[in-house]
């Protein structure tokens, strides 16, 4: 199944290239009170809200011209992989601009980092620079979204812990500070056109995706090439923290990253999740 929340946070099923209306399933969600549990609620629930999700039939409306937000309203965190494609390691390596001076070493010695959730948004909502005069690059990457509670899962058991994926954007600028503080600014983590289920996609290691900013293709790859896999990402992030439906995984980015300018257009695209499209703003 393929979910959005689009416009005003309605919920939509996306029936090719349409969306069908089922926000009314929402009011089958638990009456939740304070404090709220941890995780997105609609993703804790979705076992038991697919039947009534594949059944509703809303409201149709083109998938074109809906407003598209972050199919994920809600997650108690952002993990990103740095530096988990060997070609984007060697040309970090290579540039000053990408290195400031520093030896770059590949995922296995750097571990994850975190992006504040406040950067997450929707590809409707489109990317704000911000940042004075530092260079802000895009960086293409299959994202995974967990779907049950779990610490120390092991790797061979990873996949079922995974509810489903999505494609994402970890805006990065360029810079000395620390990675987390350079890649939390508003708007720095896109997230779409939509969340699909993991049992629509056979081997979340060997899909193709690129991106093409005012279309010039920047970046184009195969996530056969992570150095750490999906099920690894999902070891390692729940080795020190407890993972919960919803938390989200931006698994890495190949070579090719460049700096995005007020007025960029940008497509981006992961085999079998959609084609991502986003403006940038200065
Ligand atoms: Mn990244």
């Not at 790797?155 to 990675?179: K, N, P």
């Amino acid at each position: 199944m393929k979910l959005v929340r689009f416009n005003d946070d309605r919920l939509g099923r996306v029936d090719g290239d349409e969306v069908v209306d089922v926000t009314d399933v929402l009011n089958r969600l638990p009456p939740y009170r304070w404090p709220f549990p941890r995780g997105d609620q609609l993703i804790t629930n979705l076992p038991s809200l697919l039947g009534p999700l594949q059944q509703a039939n809303g409201k149709r409306e083109k998938l074109s011209e809906v407003k598209l937000l972050s199919p994920i309203a809600n997650p108690d965190k952002i993990f990103g992989a740095a530096l988990n494609y060997r070609d984007h390691v060697d040309e970090s390596n290579a540039d000053a601009a990408l290195n400031f001076g520093n030896q770059i070493a590949a995922i296995e010695k750097n571990g994850l980092f975190l992006k504040a959730n406040s950067s997450l948004v929707g590809p409707s909502e489109g990317i704000s620079l911000g940042f004075g005069d530092l260079r802000v690059d895009h960086e293409i990457e299959l994202v995974a979204i967990i779907g049950k509670t779990g610490r120390r899962i092991d790797r061979d058991h990873a996949l079922d812990y995974v509810a489903g994926y999505s494609v994402g954007l970890d805006i990065s600028v360029r810079g000395t500070q620390e990675r987390t503080f350079r890649k939390s600014a508003d708007t720095y983590a896109v997230l779409g056109p939509m969340f699909v289920t993991a049992d629509e996609i056979a081997d979340p290691n060997n899909l193709d995706f690129w991106i093409e900013v005012n279309g010039e293709r920047r970046q184009a790859s195969n996530t056969r090439y992570l150095i750490f896999n999906v099920q690894r990402l999902v070891e390692l992030a729940s080795s020190v923290c407890t993972l919960y439906p919803g938390d989200i995984i931006y698994t890495g980015t190949p070579a090719g990253v460049g700096q995005l300018l007020g007025g960029d257009n940008i497509v981006a695209t992961v085999d079998g999740l959609g084609v991502l499209r986003t403006e940038v703003s200065a």
